[in-house]
C-alpha cells in the first residue's frame, strides 16, 4: 500500500463549481501534512498547511481527520487558473515529504 | 531572494552515459532533497542531506546513483552509467532546519535514450 493515495482524478469541473480533493496516509507516525500544487511542466509549490482543527485561505479549505488518517481539499467558486495537479504531502518528524501522486484538475469556462 | 536553482533544465543523453545534475539550494536553508517523478508515477524521494551529511538515502534506486554535497551549499546527483529508466524529472527542495515547507527548484528534465 502507498504511504500517501489520492483520488485518481482527473476532474473536470466548470468554472464556479465547488470540487473536493481526498487523500488517505497509511503512516500513523506522520505528523505534518500539506497540499502541494503543480503546474504543467513547473516544480510544486506549497499551496497550504493542514491542521487538525481545519484551515481555511480563501476559496481553499483544507481538513485533517488523525483518526481515520484522511485528509481533503475543499476548493470553492473554481476559476480557470485553479487547473493544476494538487499533490497530498506527509511529512514524519526528521524525514523528506512523501508526496502522494497528485490529482488534476481541469476547471473549464 | 533566489530560489532553488537547478541546472541543467534538461539533458538528453545516451545509456551508458554519465550526467551530472547541480542543485543550489536557498541560501542559509540546512536541509537539501533530491525527489524524481517518473512519467505517470508520484514524485518519489531520492535522498536528504542536513548540510553535508546524508540523513536518509533510502530512496537511491541504486549504486549508479551518487549525491554529494561538499561543503554543505550545493548538492550534485550523478547517474553513471545511465540506464533508460532514469529518465524522469529530478526535482530538488531546500528547507529550513524545523521548518517543514520546503521549496522546490524547477527539477531538470531528463531523457535518456
Known amino acids: 500500500r502507498k504511504e500517501v493515495e489520492q483520488d485518481p482524478g482527473p476532474f473536470n469541473v466548470p468554472e464556479g463549481a465547488t470540487v473536493a480533493f481526498n487523500c488517505t496516509y497509511s503512516?500513523?507516525?506522520?505528523?505534518?501534512f500539506f497540499w502541494y500544487r503543480q503546474d504543467c511542466r513547473k516544480e510544486p509549490k506549497l499551496l497550504m498547511s493542514?491542521?487538525?482543527s481545519g484551515n481555511e485561505d480563501g476559496r481553499f479549505t483544507a481538513q485533517l481527520n488523525r483518526a481515520s488518517q484522511y485528509i481533503s481539499l475543499l476548493i470553492r467558486d473554481s476559476k480557470l487558473s485553479d487547473s493544476a495537479t494538487y499533490l497530498c504531502?506527509?511529512?514524519?518528524?526528521?524525514?523528506?515529504?512523501?508526496f502522494g501522486k497528485g490529482t488534476t484538475l481541469s476547471v473549464s469556462s | 531572494e533566489a530560489g532553488v536553482t537547478q541546472f541543467p533544465s534538461h539533458s538528453v543523453i545516451e545509456k551508458g552515459q554519465t550526467v551530472t545534475l547541480r542543485c543550489d539550494p536557498i541560501?542559509?536553508?540546512?536541509?537539501l532533497y533530491w525527489y524524481r517523478r517518473v512519467m505517470g508515477k508520484e514524485i518519489k524521494f531520492l535522498l536528504h542531506?542536513?548540510?553535508?551529511?546524508?540523513?536518509?538515502e533510502s530512496g537511491m534506486p541504486n549504486n549508479r546513483f551518487l549525491a554529494e554535497r561538499t561543503g554543505g551549499t550545493y548538492s550534485t546527483l550523478k547517474v553513471q552509467p545511465a540506464e533508460l529508466e532514469d529518465s524522469g524529472v529530478y526535482f530538488c527542495a531546500s528547507s529550513q532546519q524545523g521548518v517543514a515547507e520546503a521549496f522546490f527548484g524547477q527539477g531538470t528534465r531528463l531523457t535518456v535514450v
Open positions: 504531502v506527509a511529512l514524519q518528524a526528521g524525514t523528506a515529504l512523501i
Open positions: 493542514v491542521y487538525s
Open positions: 503512516n500513523s507516525a506522520s505528523q505534518s
Open positions: 541560501s542559509g536553508h540546512d536541509n
Open positions: 542531506f542536513v548540510k553535508e551529511s546524508k540523513q536518509d
